[in-house]
């Protein structure tokens, strides 16, 4: 099998649900604590041993673009004041020349034709697709929810998808596998459905942005076939290859967080924050004292 190489992180979308904050700002670049949404989820990549980050922009976003690469005027005057751990730290997030990629999607025709976007520069090789609006706190199997993917893929090869639970009246907002042979932490994908009507999914587990993709869904996406909403669906293509190759399910036991909504965007911050261990302590406090006020 080959090893998971290259990441595709799509973030064109306009971010409404947050406007006006967004009407200058991408919402990717939205902060939780002191690090944008996208840092954490290209900081989960790199732990999973990523090492090529393709981002299909659009337009608006050049912010990305700047975010990665160097920042001479600001590094220069962090070194002239001496902030050398601030310095030090900038740097450690700078990835490497040559290892990022960008392209755009013109138009807003859905995550499976963001996805097919990137097919020139994933080329003919697995690789994992992680949506910018989650990010996600290890869990008790050790590693955030992309790691577990490659560890599953590293087992069964073909696809992996990451799922998590839902209470079942809420099914029809997500995308819903169906469920094979179950060894608990990981299982096999027999079909899925994207935003099945209410009483119809085939199980409560959802499908929650971390992917790892055998290349010839680019195949499938090249059709142009539009599903739900009048996009071209990633789970429509992905639903097409069920039973031509492998697929299977790893349960994520972490946390995850939706910065795409409001609620999940505060409770991201909150969680975030409680997770290092300089902030902890105070924010609880301060915490308490909110809490306490209403």
């Known amino acids: 099998m080959k090893k998971i190489r290259k990441a595709v992180f799509p973030v064109a979308g306009l971010g409404t649900r947050f406007l006006p ?34 981002f299909v922009t659009g337009r608006n976003k050049a912010v990305i673009e700047d975010h990665f690469d160097i920042a001479y005027e600001l590094e220069d005057t962090l070194r002239r004041r001496g902030k050398e751990k601030e310095y030090q730290a900038m740097m450690a997030d700078l990835p490497a020349a040559g290892s990022t990629s960008f392209t755009r999607q013109q138009q807003p025709l859905g995550l499976g034709h963001a996805i097919w976007c990137a097919r020139d520069i994933i080329g003919d090789e697995p690789f994992a697709v992680l949506l910018p609006d989650m990010i996600t706190l290890p869990g008790r199997r050790g590693g955030r929810c992309l790691q577990q993917c490659i560890e599953t893929y590293d087992r069964h090869g073909g696809n992996v998808i990451a799922v998590e639970e839902v209470p079942e009246d809420q099914t029809h907002q997500y995308g819903v596998v169906s469920i094979g042979s179950d060894k608990g932490s990981e299982f096999e994908i027999t079909g899925m459905v994207e935003k099945p009507a209410q009483g119809t999914a085939p199980s409560t587990s959802i499908i929650s942005g971390r992917y790892i993709l055998d290349p010839s869904v680019f195949d499938v996406l090249a059709r142009g076939e539009k599903g739900a909403g009048g996009e071209i669906q990633l789970t429509d293509a992905m639903k097409t290859m069920v039973g031509t190759q492998p697929f299977h399910g790893t349960r994520f036991d972490g946390l995850t967080y939706d910065t795409g909504s409001k609620l999940g965007f505060l409770a991201a911050n909150v969680a975030f924050a409680m997770s290092r261990p300089e902030l902890a302590e105070g924010f609880r406090a301060e915490l308490k004292k909110i809490v306490g006020t209403l």
Do not use: N, W, Y
Not at 21 to 48: C, F, G, N, W, Y
């Open 21 to 54: 904050a967004t009407k200058s700002i991408p919402k990717e670049m939205l902060t939780v604590v002191d690090r944008p949404v996208l840092q954490h989820v290209v900081d989960e990549a790199r732990e999973a041993g990523i090492e090529h980050f393709v």
